[in-house]
Structures are given as C-alpha cells and as structure tokens.
C-alpha cells in the first residue's frame, strides 16, 4: 500500500493527503509550497517560491503514526510545555486539528486549524499565513491559563557553520538548571537546552551553508527555547540529523496565556 493516498482536493491549490496514518494538507501555490498535518495543526514544511531549501527540517525517518509525535516542523507544545505534566509538551501536539477557513489570494494563503474539546467547545485556534513570510498566530480559547511554545525546527546546512543573533548573553540552561553566559552571537557546538527570557525581537539563522538567513520575529513570548539535542539519541532522529536543525522556540512558560491572548511568530527566509 502506498504512503500516500490522496483524500480531497479542497481547490487546485489545497489538497488533502494521508501520509501512512496522518491526514496532512498540502498548498502547491505562488507563494511556494506547504504541508500541514492536521494531527498538532503541525506545519512540517514551507518551501517559498525563491528558496531552494525548505524553512523548516524534517525527520526523514518520521514514520507518521497517529497519536505519535512528529519530529519536525512546527510541533506545537499546549497546554503545557516540558513535562510538567505528560505527555511530554502537551497534548495538542499528539490530536487531530480541523481546518475551520481557507483563504487563497494571488500573494497569500491564509489557513486556520481549530481544536476542539469533548463537549465541541473550541480550546485553540492556529492561522498560519504564507506570503513572501510565513506567519504562525496561535490563539488560546480554553479557560484555564496554558502555556505554548511553537516548537520550530528550522531547516540549516550544516550546525558547525551558523550563526545565531539577537539573543541576549544571560540564558538558563534547561539541563544544568542554572543561569549561564553564551555569546550573543550563539555557535552551537553542544548539546544545548537553554531558555532566554530578555530582549525578545528577533533573532537571525546565518546559514554559511545554505548562504541564507532565516529572520525569526517573536511577538507576545516571554520566551524562546534554543535546543539541539546533539549525540543525545530521540525518537525518529538518525544519528547525523543535529547537524541539520536547530530549534528556535517561540514561547509562553512563567506566563501562561490566559483565554483569548495570543503569540505568534512571523519568519522570512532571504
Ligand atoms: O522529543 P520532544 O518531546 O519533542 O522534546 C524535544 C525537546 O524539546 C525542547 O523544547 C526541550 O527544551 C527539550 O528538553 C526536549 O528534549
């Protein structure tokens, strides 16, 4: 049986595909090309017009199982982040999404996922925007105060030879449990789990590699999670992936959204 069976084609543009088991929407437009899999509302690729790499890295060994994280892309971490409580990063990641609206313009997709609890009350809602940009908004309805990161895996050429800028020097290392000084313009060269929390604007991917930079825009987070997990073995990663990603989260930890707040995260690749 194939991988992939085509479900729906919502316009010539949208279509609608089941990669093994994840149903996953697919935009073949202008402004370049996009797949989302509604299990986690999870944007796993956005390859605009004029880039020849995708944004964002993915697991080239993810089996797809449903109720199984996906490794790469956007993984959303909701209500909570961590393992604060388990599943580990929540579990909005792990259920399946609708998509409630689609717009399509001649310079823009606009695509909104909605969740839904047991009763059909709405508890989040994600719009995801594709123009020379790709826009994430991510809102919180549910009741109870949640935390969010947009746990983004961007795309690199190779881990040894980028820069990142627009952190600050001060970061607390996640796996220390202790604050720390890193260069502001950060060189992975570890395993790193570090969590700033000041100055939050935007930060640039200098890709020596890919010749590219990729601009990441916060708005609303309290903070970004900088990780690459290095020799550490995860799930669907093969032993050679950390050379290629490095995640940049845009978060809301020690201030959880309360119902109707939003955080975003605008990216531009050039
Ligand atoms: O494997 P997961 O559940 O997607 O988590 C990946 C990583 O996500 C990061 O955000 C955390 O800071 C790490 O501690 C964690 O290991």
């Known amino acids: 049986m194939s991988i992939r069976n085509k479900i729906r084609q919502l316009t010539p543009e949208l279509s609608l595909y089941r990669y093994h088991q994840i149903p996953m929407l697919e935009i073949t437009h202008a402004v370049g090309c996009a797949q989302i899999a509604l299990q986690g509302a999870q944007l796993l690729s956005w390859k605009p017009h004029n880039q020849n790499q995708d944004v964002f890295w993915l697991s080239a060994v993810e089996p797809f199982i449903s109720g199984n994280l996906i490794r790469g892309g956007v993984p959303l971490c909701y209500p909570w982040f961590g393992t604060a409580k388990s599943p580990i990063h929540g579990t909005a990641r792990l259920r ?55 746990h983004s895996y961007f795309h690199i050429g190779n881990i040894a030879h980028i820069d990142i800028t627009g952190l600050t020097t001060p970061c607390f290392n996640a796996v220390s449990r202790q604050m720390e000084n890193s260069p502001s313009i950060r060189r992975i060269t570890a395993s790193t789990d570090c969590i700033y929390t000041d100055n939050i604007g935007t930060n640039r991917i200098i890709d020596y590699h890919f010749n590219r930079e990729i601009a990441i825009t916060h708005h609303n987070a309290t903070e970004i999670v900088l990780w690459n997990p290095w020799h550490t073995p995860m799930s669907a990663m093969q032993a050679q992936d950390y050379q290629n990603m490095i995640c940049l989260e845009t978060a809301r930890l020690s201030q959880p959204l309360m119902t109707g707040e939003q955080i975003s995260v605008s990216i531009i690749a050039k």
């Open 96 to 150: 399946l999404w609708e998509l409630s609206e689609y717009q399509l313009q001649a310079q823009k997709v606009r695509l909104t996922f909605s969740l839904f609890d047991d009763n059909q009350q709405l508890e989040a809602a994600i719009t995801m925007i594709f123009s020379e940009r790709c826009e994430i908004i991510f809102t919180h309805y549910g009741q109870q105060p949640a935390q969010v990161a947009l």
